[in-house]
């Protein structure tokens, strides 16, 4: 069987979270197919197969789509025209890692849908994309063989939302890579919060800084904390700046301005120093108000870590629940009262995330339900 996955979301030199995931399933895919009769493509836009030859992927071919990517990219996925992509890439089964889908009449196609955040609360996307989504999102369920999310909270608010698409969406859970999410030492994390200038004790949120996130609340929270101990741990924030969000990075400077230990590091963090820096924390703080999935407190579950999370039926759905504190994201008093009961780094900690949330167990879900199963 021929799997093709419309892949533009890796072929760049800085991908996002859901480049991330995809690049995690087309390696695991890889392997998957080795010594099998299936073959695996991955089309990127013109131009951009360099980035995908340094990933070591071995039994995969490259395909590109043609010159002007802009244009073509509109073409494929914001018109009704019937322009048949596996006529010029192949009859198989195709999987879309990012909402937009092609039309391919003679295959069968299978389209990620990470969470509806663009209809439950609109107010947190960004405008371009909120416009996107809506002008399109209907287009793209409708011509997709099923739909593919990545908890049973977001297959329940899809199907809730989208009536017309009950029956065809599955569940999928996302993974992190165990060889690298690991608990870490602290010979291991010292260098790394060194490299970054942060303190030895310390809290840490990860990921974009956009409403969503609900850094606002949080900040409320760790101010509480901060005026009701003697030494408070210090507020890491790792993430880009995402968007909407000029009151949150104006919050942050006048709290920094009158004392308080936040800090974002002036450098990008690398993937691969994130285990230590969740291993050295005392908690990963993650108070979102909405989540398809939310990576960042499993990552730091499987680094021992433990979590303070938003009351999200989500949460209790993929966390080891008997090792988070769980608080209303509304409430900032709930949140500092979490951070008040934390306790700094020890040595003895282990990983408590788990165990079938590896990307291993997320493409064995997927074969199994795209039917490739040997």
């Given at each position: 069987?021929?799997?093709?996955?419309?892949?533009?979301?890796?072929?760049?030199?800085?991908?996002?979270?859901?480049?991330?995931?995809?690049?995690?399933?087309?390696?695991?895919?890889?392997?998957?197919?080795?010594?099998?009769?299936?073959?695996?493509?991955?089309?990127?836009?013109?131009?951009?197969?360099?980035?995908?030859?340094?990933?070591?992927?071995?039994?995969?071919?490259?395909?590109?789509?043609?010159?002007?990517?802009?244009?073509?990219?509109?073409?494929?996925?914001?018109?009704?025209?019937?322009?048949?992509?596996?006529?010029?890439?192949?009859?198989?089964?195709?999987?879309?890692?990012?909402?937009?889908?092609?039309?391919?009449?003679?295959?069968?196609?299978?389209?990620?849908?990470?969470?509806?955040?663009?209809?439950?609360?609109?107010?947190?996307?960004?405008?371009?994309?909120?416009?996107?989504?809506?002008?399109?999102?209907?287009?793209?369920?409708?011509?997709?063989?099923?739909?593919?999310?990545?908890?049973?909270?977001?297959?329940?608010?899809?199907?809730?939302?989208?009536?017309?698409?009950?029956?065809?969406?599955?569940?999928?859970?996302?993974?992190?890579?165990?060889?690298?999410?690991?608990?870490?030492?602290?010979?291991?994390?010292?260098?790394?919060?060194?490299?970054?200038?942060?303190?030895?004790?310390?809290?840490?949120?990860?990921?974009?800084?956009?409403?969503?996130?609900?850094?606002?609340?949080?900040?409320?929270?760790?101010?509480?904390?901060?005026?009701?101990?003697?030494?408070?741990?210090?507020?890491?924030?790792?993430?880009?700046?995402?968007?909407?969000?000029?009151?949150?990075?104006?919050?942050?400077?006048?709290?920094?301005?009158?004392?308080?230990?936040?800090?974002?590091?002036?450098?990008?963090?690398?993937?691969?120093?994130?285990?230590?820096?969740?291993?050295?924390?005392?908690?990963?703080?993650?108070?979102?108000?909405?989540?398809?999935?939310?990576?960042?407190?499993?990552?730091?579950?499987?680094?021992?870590?433990?979590v303070i999370a938003s009351n999200l039926p989500v949460f209790h759905e993929i966390l080891n629940t008997k090792l988070v504190a769980y608080v209303s994201p509304t409430q900032s008093q709930d949140i500092a009262n979490?951070?008040?009961?934390?306790?700094?780094?020890?040595?003895?900690?282990?990983?408590?995330?788990?165990?079938?949330?590896?990307?291993?167990?997320?493409?064995?879900?997927?074969?199994?339900?795209?039917?490739?199963?040997?």
């Amino acid at each position: 069987m021929r799997i093709c996955i419309e892949a533009d979301s890796i072929a760049s030199g800085k991908m996002s979270g859901i480049g991330h995931t995809t690049l995690e399933i087309i390696r695991q895919l890889d392997a998957f197919i080795e010594g099998t009769s299936h073959k695996l493509v991955i089309i990127v836009p013109y131009g951009r197969k360099k980035y995908v030859e340094n990933y070591g992927l071995k039994n995969v071919r490259i395909r590109q789509l043609p010159p002007g990517y802009k244009y073509i990219n509109y073409a494929l996925t914001r018109t009704s025209l019937p322009f048949a992509a596996d006529f010029f890439y192949g009859r198989g089964i195709y999987i879309f890692p990012n909402y937009k889908n092609w039309y391919v009449p003679m295959s069968t196609s299978y389209t990620f849908v990470h969470d509806i955040a663009f209809r439950l609360f609109p107010e947190t996307v960004h405008p371009k994309n909120l416009i996107y989504l809506n002008d399109n999102f209907n287009r793209w369920m409708a011509r997709t063989s099923k739909v593919i999310t990545i908890s049973q909270q977001s297959k329940y608010e899809i199907e809730k939302e989208f009536p017309d698409l009950a029956g065809r969406v599955g569940t999928v859970y996302l993974g992190v890579d165990k060889t690298q999410y690991v608990t870490k030492s602290l010979s291991e994390i010292k260098p790394i919060l060194n490299k970054y200038k942060i303190k030895s004790d310390y809290f840490i949120t990860v990921g974009n800084i956009e409403p969503r996130k609900n850094i606002n609340r949080l900040l409320e929270g760790y101010k509480i904390y901060s005026d009701s101990v003697q030494s408070p741990a210090q507020l890491v924030i790792v993430g880009g700046d995402g968007w909407k969000n000029e009151d949150t990075l104006h919050q942050i400077q006048v709290m920094q301005n009158e004392g308080y230990a936040i800090y974002r590091p002036e450098m990008y963090v690398k993937d691969s120093d994130l285990p230590a820096l969740y291993s050295g924390a005392r908690a990963n703080v993650h108070v979102a108000i909405h989540e398809g999935f939310g990576l960042p407190p499993v990552q730091a579950q499987a680094c021992g870590t433990p979590v303070i999370a938003s009351n999200l039926p989500v949460f209790h759905e993929i966390l080891n629940t008997k090792l988070v504190a769980y608080v209303s994201p509304t409430q900032s008093q709930d949140i500092a009262n979490a951070m008040l009961s934390s306790t700094p780094w020890t040595s003895n900690r282990t990983a408590t995330s788990r165990n079938d949330l590896t990307w291993i167990h997320t493409v064995r879900e997927l074969t199994k339900f795209i039917g490739i199963m040997e």
